[in-house]
């Protein structure tokens, strides 16, 4: 698990002027599930591309095991790809899709039918060898698409959303599929997906990225926990992020209040973006809570409500099992290990602001909110907060 | 209304097909008179197959066919790959340099080969540089353009995925052609040689300008004949070259229908409303 596989040193990538990569660095360790998450047009798929040696890098290089592999071409790589639409040859059957490249490597037909029975029966498709491609469902290609590829045994498994074209259900079941064959055969995935939940259910390492930058690599724990800036903790989940400024460790101050916070290491008073997740708002009384904000829209989800609470025209999305009117006044308490501080970035005020999923349209704000905590520094945060919600 | 559309098409494949059909009935007629049916005779096809003169020159117009769609095919295949890799604003310009030999007077064309061949022969010094190869390459030059017009399609319609998974499977780029990509454009290939052989077969503007004595193709010796009074087993002869290529057409169109039947089942396969553009993320 701990031996480097694959490592891509400072790859950039221009189409005519047009930067799609800009200097990645990413190091995958062998048998690893490795995740490039990211909306469309991140460079995800282009920096799978480039691994597997469909597109060569503008600069940088890419090394594996050790070795630099820049000009080898994509016949000569010990990887293999599952392609987003499958890409199976619809002139064969689902039998010699998959033989496909044992019969280029020349081996003995007992060989051959060796290992794409073994492959079919892994992939759940026994009895489909003589079907035709057209003759399959999208799940079932997907299947064949996998057979294809593991048979070869590559070292690395290339996948470009492969899950993409595949209903809801299906997709559900093929995630764990995916996962138990990774497990099984201990071969490292590098895995492309837009779907956030996709990549956090399955991957070792998801690797977020955005504007072909990388904006964060870690565990999946780390990645929602940790989010490193306000794309990530908006990519990643659901995330209230509002200005803020770190007053001194573990203290920081939004919405004109302190709060405590596990996070240190930060300036004396350097604007700051705080991420509250929904789920870890506990609402009480208005009283006891030590922000209060007007009910402005409740949606049932099954689980929980999604309830959109107006503070002074920042509106927050909480998630609570407890139904609360439209209009009713709440209180809300955040405890140290609720709030997540992160540096600011480019990304600083586009996101985490949910005045958009009201219908409700709010006109200023009261600039009188809180004026005794307001006194300190002019809290260029709090005015931040307030244009935001006022600008839907 | 109804019944006014359907008179109309079948008045339309009527005044299309009666010359036809009065040389096929006229080439069964006993009489030399067209206008007068004098009873049914085979006499007209014995007589052409007893012919030493048409039986060779329809040889001669089949080897020329045969070899220039085939060589075209290969040609026009080739430059249709290259044509597909190239950027969008550089391909649609050489589309339109390759049709405009379509579009071209065939006996621009005709002359214009004639002038080049001549002036050839006079750098090679050769007395008569007029026969079967000028001829074989004018056929090859005007088929050229339909085996492109043809093929090319089918190779935007590929999934250019299935050449990156053929080399992502071991293929050279040659193996991913030939083990790949041909099966896909096959029925492109085939459409456009059929349409070439047919064009080939029955040209004769341009056949005329750059045929030589020694080898002469039929179209090019009807013309000749038809400087006499036509002879009834000339009747026979369109006869059964109209059926030739009739047989040709009626192929090329199974074809068509059934690689359009693949397709949409593929489609089907794929659950539909996926051939979205893909984004390269």
């Known amino acids: 698990m701990s031996k480097e596989l694959i490592r891509l040193i400072d790859c950039s990538m221009a189409f005519d002027d047009e930067i799609v990569l800009d200097s990645i660095n990413l190091s995958i360790k062998n048998e690893e599930f490795l995740t490039l998450l990211g909306p469309s047009g991140c460079g995800k798929t282009t920096t799978l591309r480039i691994i597997g040696g469909f597109l060569q890098a503008t600069s940088g290089d890419v090394l594996f095991d050790g070795e630099r592999i820049n000009d080898v071409p994509p016949y000569q790589r010990k990887v293999n790809t599952v392609f987003q639409r499958y890409a199976l040859f619809p002139h064969l059957d689902v039998y010699e899709n998959v033989a496909f490249g044992l019969r280029l490597a020349k081996l003995p037909e007992q060989e051959i039918d060796e290992r794409v029975t073994e492959m079919l029966e892994i992939v759940s498709l026994k009895g489909f060898e003589n079907r035709s491609i057209s003759q399959l469902s999208g799940g079932q290609q997907q299947r064949v698409a996998i057979a294809r590829a593991l048979v070869n045994r590559p070292k690395v498994l290339l996948l470009d959303e492969p899950l993409g074209a595949l209903d809801l259900r299906l997709r559900k079941d093929m995630q764990q599929e995916l996962k138990r064959i990774q497990q099984t055969l201990g071969i490292t995935f590098v895995y492309v997906t837009h779907d956030q939940e996709e990549a956090l259910s399955m991957s070792d390492t998801v690797v977020v990225m955005d504007r072909g930058r990388i904006q964060q690599i870690g565990t999946p724990e780390d990645i929602y926990n940790e989010p490193e800036n306000a794309f990530v903790a908006d990519f990643i989940g659901e995330s209230n992020i509002l200005d803020g400024v770190m007053l001194e460790d573990y203290v920081v101050k939004f919405f004109g209040r302190k709060f405590r916070c596990l996070d240190a290491g930060f300036e004396p008073n350097e604007p700051v973006d705080v991420v509250v997740r929904p789920e870890d708002v506990e609402i009480v009384t208005p009283e006891k809570g030590q922000l209060t904000g007007t009910v402005t829209s409740v949606t049932f989800m099954g689980v929980h409500y999604d309830t959109i609470v107006d503070f002074h025209g920042f509106k927050w999305l909480i998630q609570t099992t407890e139904h609360h009117d439209v209009d009713e006044v709440i209180g809300i308490r955040l405890g140290p290990d609720d709030i997540h501080i992160m540096h600011r970035s480019e990304y600083s005020g586009m996101f985490g602001d949910y005045s958009s999923y009201s219908e409700e349209y709010d006109e200023m704000n009261d600039p009188d909110l809180y004026p005794e905590d307001l006194s300190e520094d002019s809290s260029e945060s709090e005015e931040g907060a307030a244009e935001e919600g006022s600008e839907t | ?281």
């Not at chain 2, 017009?149 to 071991?170: F, I, N, R």
């Not at chain 2, 041909?182 to 503007?205: C, K, N, R």
């Open chain 2, 1 to 281: 209304m109804r019944t006014f559309q359907r008179t109309f098409t079948y008045l339309v494949l009527l005044f299309l097909y009666i010359p036809m059909v009065v040389l096929a009935v006229a080439s069964f007629n006993a009489g030399t008179d067209p206008a007068v049916w004098k009873g049914f005779t085979l006499h007209n096809y014995s007589e052409l197959f007893a012919d030493g003169v048409l039986l060779p020159m329809l040889l001669n117009s089949v080897i020329i066919a045969v070899l220039s769609s085939l060589i075209a095919t290969v040609l026009g295949t080739a430059a249709s790959i290259g044509m597909h890799d190239m950027k969008p604003r550089l391909r649609s310009m050489y589309m339109t340099v390759t049709n405009i030999p379509m579009t071209n007077p065939d006996i621009v064309t005709g002359v214009s080969l004639a002038l080049l061949f001549a002036f050839a022969g006079t750098l090679l010094k050769m007395k008569s540089v007029l026969g079967f190869v000028t001829l074989l390459i004018a056929h090859i030059t005007f088929s050229l353009p339909y085996i492109i017009m043809s093929v090319l399609p089918k190779l935007s319609q590929m999934d250019p995925d299935l050449q990156e998974a053929a080399m992502d499977l071991g293929c050279t780029p040659r193996q991913a052609f030939f083990k790949v990509v041909l099966h896909e454009i096959m029925p492109g290939v085939i459409s456009g040689a059929l349409m070439a052989f047919t064009m080939s077969l029955d040209d004769f503007v341009i056949s005329y300008f750059v045929y030589g004595p020694k080898f002469v193709t039929l179209p090019v010796e009807i013309y000749n004949y038809t400087k006499k009074p036509l002879q009834p087993k000339i009747y026979a002869l369109f006869t059964l070259l109209f059926m030739v290529i009739l047989l040709v057409m009626i192929v090329m169109t199974m074809l068509e229908a059934r690689d359009e039947k693949q397709q949409t089942q593929r489609r089907i396969a794929f659950r539909g409303g996926r051939n979205r553009k893909e984004v390269r993320g």
